[in-house]
Nanobody, 126 residues
Framework: QVQLVESGGGLVQAGGSLKLSCSAS??????TGWFRQAPGKEREFVAA????????GYADSVKGRFTISRDGAKNTVYLQMNSLKPEDTAVYYC?????????????????????WGQGTQVTVSS
């Protein structure tokens, strides 16, 4: 059974840090992305990483503050979020796209992803 489970969300003050985790099961090879959706806004791309882990991409709004990484042995992708701002408040979703083994591609378009997690709430207070 294919499953993505996010964790690590919570409430943090502006300037603080959080680390989100996305654990995958039932997958063979996949690229992973993080997206977020704030109330009243459309879902937006945050960060993505290739299956090989060698390539990453970020939205301009988080570049330099967020870092995406993966632990292949644990089938887990992380999103380290530093210098958080109130505008980072949103539900964060992990998504996975099936790819060829050792693919070096990552994807920023949510419509390309095959599977989505249930989301985890991140709230940044000012």
């Amino acid at each position: 059974q294919v499953q993505l489970v996010e964790s690590g969300g919570g409430l943090v003050q502006a300037g603080g840090s959080l680390k989100l985790s996305c654990s995958a099961s039932g997958f063979s090879s996949y690229a992973t992305g993080w997206f977020r959706q704030a109330p009243g806004k459309e879902r937006e791309f945050v960060a993505a990483i290739s299956w090989s882990g060698g390539r990453t991409g970020y939205a301009d709004s988080v570049k330099g503050r967020f870092t995406i990484s993966r632990d292949g042995a644990k089938n887990t992708v992380y999103l380290q979020m530093n210098s958080l701002k109130p505008e980072d408040t949103a539900v964060y979703y992990c998504a996975a796209k099936k790819v060829a083994y050792l693919s070096a591609s990552y994807y920023s378009d949510g419509v390309l992803y095959d599977y989505w997690g249930q989301g985890t709430q991140v709230t940044v207070s000012s």
